[in-house]
């Protein structure tokens, strides 16, 4: 029985490195680039479900804003592919590190907020300062609105590492009580057992779901400042 409960969150080390890049670079194997005049069944399916959710994220973009797809689909697909690397055993999730998805949400929501007070000045200084504010609470609600600007990225990052490690501890958890369990109670083992496993369904669930919310708000602050 493991005793860390964290062990699962902690950084891989290989001869005193960590191999956390050789494992983000990994997702990447799983979509191969198309060489054949006929595509097979899983390249088809990829090239499907890409088209898919690229569609609903491009849905209420302008055609300036649209030019944004290929980095926002490869955004969904890396922090998918990720989130489903760490559902395998003895795998390391590199989306549990509050440090690796502030590493991704800063850029992005940074890069769409230039690019609003860039090319919509008026309209991006507009968003600080609801219409019809008294004249009284201007400052103060300019601050607040400053400071939820600038939240919109830790909030970004926490809540992909807050959903996806609660996750995994709780699969954790469960499992340990499973193991524990099969040497006093069979029956409340297979219980349990049966629990984990419709947990595992949902978090596989789960790990494609937090990939798409996080591309779909990036994708919505983009909205906003094109």
């Given at each position: 029985m493991n005793e860390n409960l964290f062990a699962p969150f902690m950084i891989p080390m290989m001869l005193g490195l960590p191999i956390t890049t050789l494992i983000i670079i990994l997702p990447s194997i799983l979509f191969p680039t198309p060489n054949r005049l006929v595509n097979n069944r899983t390249i088809s399916i990829q090239q499907w479900l890409t088209k898919l959710t690229s569609k609903q994220l491009m849905n209420v973009h302008s055609p300036k804003g649209q030019t944004w797809s290929l980095m926002l689909?490869?955004?969904?697909?890396?922090?998918?592919?990720?989130?489903?690397?760490?559902?395998?055993?003895?795998?390391?999730?590199?989306?549990?590190?509050?440090?690796?998805?502030?590493?991704?949400?800063?850029?992005?929501?940074?890069?769409?907020?230039?690019?609003?007070?860039?090319?919509?000045?008026?309209?991006?200084?507009?968003?600080?300062?609801?219409?019809?504010?008294?004249?009284?609470?201007?400052?103060?609600?300019v601050i607040i609105e400053t400071i939820s600007l600038f939240i919109q990225p830790v909030a970004l990052a926490v809540r992909l590492t807050a959903n996806i490690t609660a996750g995994h501890l709780l699969m954790h958890l469960i499992g340990e009580t499973t193991l524990v369990l099969m040497s006093t109670s069979l029956l409340?083992?297979?219980?349990?057992?049966?629990?984990?496993?419709?947990?595992?369904?949902?978090?596989?669930?789960?790990?494609?779901?937090?990939?798409?919310v996080f591309t779909l708000l990036v994708s919505l602050y983009l909205h906003d400042n094109t």
């Open positions: 689909i490869s955004l969904f697909l890396f922090i998918a592919s990720t989130n489903l690397l760490g559902m395998l055993p003895h795998s390391f999730t590199p989306t549990t590190q509050l440090s690796m998805n502030v590493g991704m949400a800063i850029p992005l929501w940074a890069g769409a907020v230039i690019t609003g007070f860039r090319n919509k000045t008026k309209m991006s200084l507009a968003h600080l300062l609801p219409q019809g504010t008294p004249t009284f609470l201007i400052p103060m609600l409340t083992a297979l219980i349990t057992f049966t629990i984990l496993t419709l947990l595992t369904i949902l978090e596989f669930a789960v790990a494609l779901i937090q990939a798409y």
